[in-house]
């Protein structure tokens, strides 16, 4: 709830500013706003994330973690009935001073492996995809929970009051997935905003509302000026805080309506760069806008690749994912480096599980949710790490291991925030995002 | 008992005492002292203490109900169970938490291999432990007998009027509870709200909706001509209005988590749901007495009835139980089943109690009284009670085993019904046969496309991979003619349907009543004690009449609810109604009574308003009349206050006048269709219910798992407690205005103000198309001029007159030369009348947007 302010009722400062010289006085005026800015517990590493969400769960064996043995056991039993083991048909390489072990399919990204903190000892609780996606985005698949997303919002708000403070693009949409960005019980203005639909990826997705094909800028102003001054009076009469805090909607609304598409389009970007990042390509779009809302302040952005459920078709998905993913990723890392940006803006890469070692068919593994990898980069964790590590055929995580709650943990922490303190009281109860579990990874912390 | 917080040295000195105190072990456990001092005592203190002891309990932070600090606390355990087992390490909780096995003891980091050797060795020698002292640990929460003392669990008593200072301002028995304690806080009531505020006030608040222009007018005169009657007969009116139990009816949809499609991971529909929220409709404007709409709910299958639609009725309204969001996914049906059965608990318990009590599965409530026991007592109740959700689609792994069905209704049910339920298993089964079929014929096109693949490698036995293919070819020709024949046999059974009845969402006794087992932290796998089926121990009555074994119980759960000496279910209800009417409950926490919930702010009150709801039958039509009638409901707003309510008291916790409420998203979007006169009034007749018309066999609908929501539903011209509630795609209105999530059963709706809300009042296509069709309609009306269209927008929107100035300033709009865009269409720029109309259209958009309009005061 926004609370009043005692003298002029904070309008005046409204009125004929600039838009950022406005959004500024509007965190003067209001600090407490639903997303104003907020302190975090301890001082941050990360002041912002963005989550390269992978759905369906990619291979491990075929991105971050080699299993030699498991090639040279390509063909015998496995352990689970009715299936053999399967060697992945890519060949690692290992890359810069680190030495980490990536596949020869991320050519492009392996050049960064020095900025990588791969997690190869990663952990879930569930082996289907609905309840292990909504796990990574809500640390439950049992009940309805908040999003990373939202909580990270919740406890840090915003450092751009012109834009949504979380935005997911092409978020996935079927199978209860609408619930991964919800803020469920926190106060809305932390949910996601969403932009575009992952059953129709769209390179140049839209938010609803935000344009007016009716009205010129200058006349929208003429309209919103009086429904101001009749908003205003009746502030005067009712003295009500919440209509205030209407005001100031209309007013972050408006500039939002500038800022958003603002940020969105492209167009201003080199040639290079757009080719850099594949900006014809959804990913490589979804990339970039990525690269863009942090810039402008965003503080968590989720983008989604899909169809990494190789059950069949295992070759031809890796190589046409792979080649997806891998120019805009490395494009992205590049520039948030070469803008200093690295520093304090965490990258996720990573799906909901693995894969098993092994299938009945001889193109395909199945879901895996008890060992599988993800990669971290910039944000406060270490550089050129390889962490963890599965059995010699990559049934499951046996070194370093990390569950879902310990990531969440450990990303809240780089955030600043610890996720045992980060709490919001519902139906009489203190709830976390990690629940009753979670332990930070120090071991990756820089 | 000894102190934890002295040193080490002490405690070897205390440890050594004891043993000298049992001279014939002397010498054995000398070894078996030393090593507990040496090896155990000092990692306990130093890993366990901090939140394993009489002092972190003392400090609030103890954890698990765990103390380690003496051998009784140690042998007994905390929540999970006894900590360890003297001579068994394997089965003691301790070792399992040490290792990191299932529990992860000490949290920080788990301890040396050689500790947790010594620890096994220590309990598999007999786990010596000369602490002495008993366990003093004091659970967190309330204990049963504490509970019985706890305000919310105390019957409501009967009070005297207090005395008042103002004595002629009171004109209900509920004013002089208010202002006694207005009194006390030195704040004096506002006047009574003027007739245009009240006019709105009451028909928002009971029937949902504006007053047309004709019914401001009438009620205005009325009003100027004998307020006191005009009042009464306005709100006996609309009490009788079809509009009161849409409004009304809706308040209980939220709590009741009512949705048209089960939400989760397999959104498909509920296609018989609507049934269920139009019998809540008709209900409320019936004027049920509440304690017959709970029976009715609760085990209204088992209800006598004298005629068909009355047995209808009660089986329609047992879809409560049934309208849960279910997770198909899950592979293990008891843990499917246990699921559904917490979504019961937890939603009657919420609903009707105002209580959680479905924190109790996994262990003893943390703060309520509710035992665990008592949860699975109820759970035994819901366990012998069978949920008709209706068949499932095949391919869903828990739901394969649970066959579940719909309730036959209408006159013929007996008759049709079995053979309509006949009927949707044979579709099941031929649908299931005919995507066996599909799978097998692709699982051949998957080893064909892999055999052409390796066909090309330098290494490969093209001869054998050629046969194979030509022989994978002829295969899939023989799979798309079995294919095919399933299908055919699948349209052919789904275009010659039999008779069928109408089918409704409930449930029914199963044919067995079982008692339930306690699950140890909710696990299905984790099973303890018996449970007999029963109700919550804290609110028990003496005479209540036992369940009898061959019966769920769920008459005898919904008697103990509505049982008059039942503390909560009256003082839960009564405050509903008045946080709708007050914009703020009594108690500020309408579905938590318990240890966390507020206290109420007017306590003697509350119990006033119970004790008369349960007198006057349960009557929601007579409270509410009260209510609205009352001094305390008439006051005007903050800028009518004379007693500096506003500053000293901004959230009107005392009532010294009324504070504005925020129209809530049906509200929004059924008054812009009544200013805009695009509102269709009537109740939406039953064959034009949103799933009504849909086969109720979707295959398509089973593969995507996403049910389609088309614009036809958005622009149905009906009010919005018609419109399908479809989990996770609700209409954007709903989703931007703060719609109660259907996912759970919600008292009180969230209130954001985010500037996605804006956007839509400033750029949504929908609301330009409304604002258009006012303006178009005003503009046609040749009768009026510019300054009738402004009075006629303000009387339909804001229920008033404008003012002079506010004329002035808006027929100043109306000539401004607004800057509007090309038509994207036809690239034409706007004539002189296409531009007035357009200008009136953004004048009405400003009017939707207005706070005056989302507020009501």
Known sequence: ?????????????????????????????????????????????????????????????????????????????????????????????????????????????????????????????????????EQMHTGSFQFIRPSLGSWTLYGLGTENQNLPGFISINPLTSLGGLRYYSSAFL??????????????????????????????????????????????????????????GLIQSYELAFRMQDALPKVMDVASESKSTLARYNADETFGRQCLLARRFAEAGVRFIEITHTDWD???????????????????????????????????????????????????????????????????????????????????????????????????????????????????????????LTDVHGKVVKDILA | MINISNSLTFRLVAGTFISFLIPSAVIAEDARLDFFEKRIRPVLVSHCYKCHSTESADKGKLKGALALDTRKAMLKGGESGASIIPGKPTESLLIKALKYSGLEMPPAEKLPPQVIADFEKWITDGAFDPRDGNISIKKPGLSIEEGKK???????????????????????????????????????????????????????????????????????????????????????????????????????????????????????????????????????????????????????????????????????????????????????????????????????????????????RCHNHKFDPIPTADYYSMAGIFRSTQPLYGYSPKGIKATAFAHTELQAIGPDAEKLGPAGLAYFAKLQELTLAQNISRSDRYRVVRRLSAARIDIKKPDADKAKLEADIIKMEQEIKEWDAKVKAHETALQLAMDNPPRMPDWAMAVREREKAEDCKIHVRGETTNLKETVARGTLQVISFTDAPSIPNHQSGRIELAAWLTDRRNPLTARVYVNRVWQHLFGRGLVSTPDDYGVNGSRPSHPELLDHLALRFIDQGGSTKKLIRALVLSSTYLQGGADESQGNGKSSDPDNIYLSYMRPRRLEAELLRDAIMQVAGTLDRAPLPPEKAFLAKYNPYREDEYRTFQPLFTPEQIENPHRSVYLPVVRGVLPEIFGLFDFASPDRSTAQREESIVPAQSLYFMNNEWVIKQAGLLSGQLSKDDKLDDKGRIKTIYRRAFSREPSSLEIKRALDYLNRPELLLADPKSKKQPDAMQLRIERLTSFCQIVFASAEFRFVK
């Open chain 1, 187 to 244: 106060p809305a203005a932390n949910s996601a905003t969403l932009l575009g639909d992952a059953n129709r990826p769209i390179r140049n997705p839209v938010i609803g509302n935000v344009s007016n094909n009716r009205l010129a800028p200058t006349g929208q102003r003429q309209q919103l000026d009086l429904l101001q001054e009749m908003n205003r009076e009746l502030l005067i009469r009712d003295q009500d805080s919440r209509i205030e």
């Open chain 1, 1 to 133: 709830m926004l609370k009043t302010v005692s003298a002029g009722f904070g309008y005046t400062a409204l009125q004929g500013i600039a838009a950022q010289a406005a959004a500024n006085e509007t965190k003067e005026i209001n600090p407490s706003g639903p997303l104003g800015a907020k302190k975090p517990h301890f001082p941050a590493k990360a002041k912002r994330v963005i989550f390269l969400c992978m759905r369906g769960g990619p291979s491990h064996m075929e991105t971050f973690d080699p299993k030699p043995k498991l090639s040279a056991d390509n063909g015998k039993a496995s352990k689970n009935q009715n299936s053999k083991l399967l060697g992945s048909r890519w060949k690692f390489s290992k890359h810069g001073q680190s030495g980490i072990e990536i596949v020869d399919l991320l050519p492009e990204t392996s050049k960064h492996a020095d900025k990588l903190c791969v997690l190869r000892g990663m952990h879930t609780d569930n082996e289907n995809h609905p309840q292990a996606l």
């Open chain 2, 150 to 360: 706890f305000w919310s669990f105390i019957p409501p008593k009967k009070f005297e009027l207090p005395k008042v200072r103002q004595n002629d301002w009171p004109s209900d028995p509920i004013d002089f509870f208010v202002l006694s304690k207005m009194e006390n806080q030195k704040l004096t009531p506002s006047p009574m709200a003027k007739g245009s505020t009240l006019v709105r006030r009451l028909y928002y608040d009971l029937t949902g909706l504006p007053p047309t222009e004709i019914q401001l007018t009438n009620f205005l005169k009325a009003f100027s001509e004998n307020p006191a009657k005009a009042k009464l007969d306005l709100v006996d009116s609309l009490l009788s209005s079809h509009h009161f139990g849409e409004k009304w009816g809706r308040h209980w949809l939220d709590v009741a988590r009512y949705a048209d499609s089960n939400g989760k991971d397999r959104n498909i529909y509920n296609y018989h749901a609507w049934r269920y929220r139009d019998y809540v409709i008709d209900s409320f404007n019936r004027d049920v007495s509440f304690d017959q709409f709970v029976r009715e709910q609760i085990a209204g299958d088992l209800l006598p009835a004298h005629s068909h639609e009355e047995r209808d009725r009660n089986l329609i309204a047992t879809g409560f139980l049934a309208l849960g969001s279910k997770s198909f996914e899950e592979s293990k049906p008891e843990v499917f089943r246990m699921d559904v059965i917490d979504e019961q608990i937890e939603l009657v318990s919420r609903s009707v109690l105002g209580l959680s009590v479905g924190c109790a």
């Open chain 1, 310 to 432: 190789h059950h069949g078709f295992l070759t031809g998905g890796m190589t046409k994912n792979c080649a997806a993913i891998d120019k805009p990723i490395a494009a992205l890392l590049e520039d948030l480096d070469n803008r200093g940006m690295l520093d304090d803006t965490l990258v996720i890469w990573g799906g909901e599980f693995g894969r098993t070692p092994d299938d009945p068919t001889t193109d395909g593994r199945g879901h895996n949710n008890k060992g599988f990898s993800m990669w971290l980069a910039g944000g406060g964790v270490k550089q050129g790490m390889a962490y963890g590590a599965t059995d010699e055929h990559g049934y499951e995580a046996i070194e370093g291991k990390v569950h879902t709650h310990d990531l969440h943990a450990t990303i809240l922490h780089l955030l600043g925030l610890d996720h045992e303190k980060l709490t919001y009281k519902y139906g009489g109860r203190d709830f976390r």
